[in-house]
């Protein structure tokens, strides 16, 4: 009996997937038993990743990324998970570049995007909040605009690369819904996403 093969690999994928399993088991997994111990992986492994092409692969090269396919992500992800590695937080970089890619100005995305990819700065997702949990829906935490600044008021917690981050993307309620409430008709999005620089 063959082993399965995606319908989605190619073979410049499966290249890619063997330098990514070749630099995790020479990069990553040595190192795994002390990341967890201390609760964190070391910041220069994160610099390692993005010379290797493990970051925001996906991401256009304009913007300092790989200029590939969501489908070279999927394989970054599928050979972390491969390989055992709890401690690297790479899926929330990427989480964290797409929301930039998507919904920041042109001058955010040329301010952030290189260095999210070439690992010499670490993004970061604030939304789990005590008593809410990641129920987006019953979250505290509010931004409210003072001048051309947000001043950000509540506590989150289990913010996954927060001890490297420097680019926290902070789920708050910038509208008028109380939390735990439904929204009014027509005012859905009372919740936002404010990129913090640390």
């Known amino acids: 009996m063959s082993a ?13 997937r063997r330098s ?10 040595p190192h795994d038993e002390r990341w967890r111990a201390q609760h964190h992986v070391d910041r220069d492994a994160w610099r390692k990743a ?25 394989v970054v992800i599928e050979e972390v998970g ?3 590695i709890s401690s690297f937080g790479g899926a929330v970089q990427e989480i964290v ?16 995007l290189p260095g999210l990819a070439s690992g010499h700065l670490v993004g970061a997702i604030a939304m789990t ?7 987006l829906q019953a979250i505290t935490t509010t931004a409210r605009r003072d001048g ?8 989150k917690t289990f913010i996954t690369n927060g001890y490297h981050a420097d680019l926290v993307c902070v789920a708050a ?14 005012r859905a999005r009372t919740i936002s996403l404010v990129m913090v620089e640390t």
Do not use: C
């Open 4 to 16: 399965y093969t995606s319908p989605w690999m190619n073979d410049e994928l499966a290249f890619f």
């Open 20 to 29: 990514v399993r070749q630099f995790l088991q020479e990069e990553f997994v």
């Open 50 to 74: 993005g010379r290797a092409g493990l970051l925001l692969a996906a991401v256009p090269e304009d913007f300092g990324g790989g200029g590939a396919s969501l489908a070279h992500t999927a």
């Open 82 to 84: 491969r390989a055992g």
């Open 97 to 112: 570049g797409h929301y930039v890619l998507a919904y920041g100005s042109d001058a955010q995305k040329r301010a952030w």
């Open 129 to 135: 909040e005590p008593g809410a949990g990641s129920d």
């Open 148 to 155: 051309d600044t947000y001043v950000i008021s509540g506590t």
């Open 173 to 186: 309620r910038t509208g008028e819904a109380r939390a735990g409430a439904a929204p009014p008709p027509g």
